[in-house]
């Protein structure tokens, strides 16, 4: 079959390799129906991860189960499923918590843009929809795999809640379905931090109330004006670098919450600083899994459409093109189709 | 009157100072019926807080009230009062999102180790009792003030609920106060993290369930032994070096919580570090204010005793033997009597 290989940053090809067999009873092979490239794939992409050899990409993926092992029982060949980036047993205690990105068995997906892949411990990682989703829906059930259930996570983490303000920080795909989060979740006030048109009206659709352009120090003293001089209830950080944490840290008010998500990158929180602005942070690779069933309901019933952030549909065989496109910022995401 | 002043690290000297005066119409003078000494005097006192002038000290009391300024209406001359060790008007947004150490008009109380002392914003900042308590009460009072309002925020901050097991690092008389807090709020199992035989008794008479003596990589696989393997509920992290918020940090659960209290001394948190271990993070200066009238009920009740913590009586004319003993750990904690 075809599948993405990095071979170096820059390096981005499309090669056959041997088709996934089950490994272990508990695995399933899936017949990609849509993947795609993540704002984290572009870390090696750039070199900022190092790239020692080639090895496969792509941890975002819907598919159709093709084969399952002998001990799977939640799923079965022929079923559409939607699974997170990082794999779970949903048994272990931090899965029974809720944090099946810390499962004690988690793997990290890594070879999904490809035309099919092996999903270890199936039946912790998988949920199958009712019946075959319409084609307008696959975009947005992609999503759930990783960029739409971390803005989920954001805003959660951010302890966003129904009449609050959060501030989104990064208008990236993470950071555009942190923005329908805060949504959901119930947030009055809705601020995403933009300064690109076209990500600026994907906000505005998906119910951001305010843009702020600044950034930095100006950024922070925006998000006080908008909000009695003290800053916003919740602020999720979709980015990752320590000028985005420090620009949510302070734009958050006391007692209120920053979710982040965006993968830090040298980044270092000073305690005194954290401690005299009593503000809560929580973050970490997000526990999809927890959030999937709910998610899937609201894309199955209308009521959120994140697919919205492809705007770049490309056949696999173009993957290159794929990770060019954003990593020159010409596209948000790219979807995938083997 | 004798007031407490610092002249250099180690040099506490009990001095005649002029007796304080309301100076806004906002102002209580109190008459101090008891105060004490502070771990976080102890860093003036050993100079790692530089003392760069001869400045008065103490943040902790109660006492009768002697003088109100022209707006003042919740508290009257002659009742008895417990403040905060930060004032606040209560009304600013901070205040009523429960914040009132950060309240936008906080000052933090510094001359209290003395025969009477001025508190700004006294209707906000000051809360009476219904009558004159008894005196075996006035040490348990004593220690809303700062001590056990303190340990209540780092319970509550690391989110301590029914049937949980909190972890406590310190056994400071903030860390036994905690042990009470997670005691109070239900947890079912309180490891209190300490090698000194005294406080472990006081920790077991507050509730502590186990002890643990380990320290730093010990310390944390002790904790993971007892936990499941996976770590606390809730850490209360109640010193505030870079040893202690690791540790509370690396004994947390994933999805658990720490709430940290000591005031950090060049304390950096990796921000990867962070991110893997889904902890949730909240720290600062306690808003003693919101749990007054709670707290103040579990005393008069008997429900409560954090007043054992006091381990060594003075008069304020001894005060520089209070810091003394405490320096020495001769003493967990002074208690001054004016």
Redesign the interface.
């Known amino acids: 079959m075809r599948a993405t290989i990095i071979h170096k940053p820059g390096d981005i090809r499309v090669e056959n390799v041997p088709d996934p067999k089950i490994v272990t009873s508990t695995d399933a092979v899936i017949r990609t129906v849509a993947t795609c490239v993540c704002g984290s794939d572009l870390w090696d992409y750039r070199g900022i991860n190092p790239v020692t050899e080639p090895h496969p990409m792509g941890h975002e993926y819907v598919g159709v189960v093709e084969a399952v092992g002998s001990d799977v029982t939640s799923v079965t060949p022929g079923q559409f499923v939607i699974g997170s980036f990082a794999t779970s047993d949903n048994t272990c ?2 899965c029974r ?3 099946q ?2 499962c ?1 068995h988690r793997e990290f997906m890594s070879t999904c843009q490809a035309e099919a892949f092996r999903v270890p411990h199936a039946d912790g990682t998988l949920v199958a929809t009712p019946e075959q989703p319409d084609q307008e829906l696959i975009p947005s059930l992609l999503t759930l795999s990783d960029v739409m259930g971390t803005g989920w996570y954001a805003a959660v ?1 951010a302890e966003v809640e129904p009449g609050s303000t959060a501030v989104v920080v990064g208008d990236g795909a993470v950071g555009l379905s942190g923005v329908i989060a805060a949504k959901e979740l119930g947030a009055d006030r809705v601020i995403a931090m933009s300064r690109h048109a076209s990500r600026q009206n994907l906000a505005r659709e998906f119910g951001a109330t305010d843009i702020v352009t600044e950034r930095g120090d100006e950024g922070i003293a925006r998000i006080k004006e908008l909000t ?3 800053g916003a209830d919740s602020v999720l950080e979709c980015v ?1 670098t ?1 000028e985005s ?1 420090l620009q949510a840290l302070r734009s958050t ?3 209120g919450n920053v979710g ?1 998500v965006g ?10 600083e ?12 997000a526990p999809v899994r927890r959030f999937l069933p709910d998610l899937i309901d609201r894309v199955l019933n209308g009521r959120i459409n994140p697919g919205k952030v492809f705007d770049l549909t490309l056949p696999l065989d173009q993957v290159a093109e794929g990770y060019r496109a954003m990593d020159e910022r010409r596209a948000i995401k790219t979807l995938l189709l083997p």
């Open positions: 205690p931090n918590n809720g944090y990105s810390s004690v983490a009695e001089g003290i990752g320590q944490m008010r006391p007692g982040f993968v830090p990158h040298d980044v270092e929180i000073n305690g005194q954290l401690f005299f602005s009593h503000v809560g942070l929580r973050g970490g690779p």
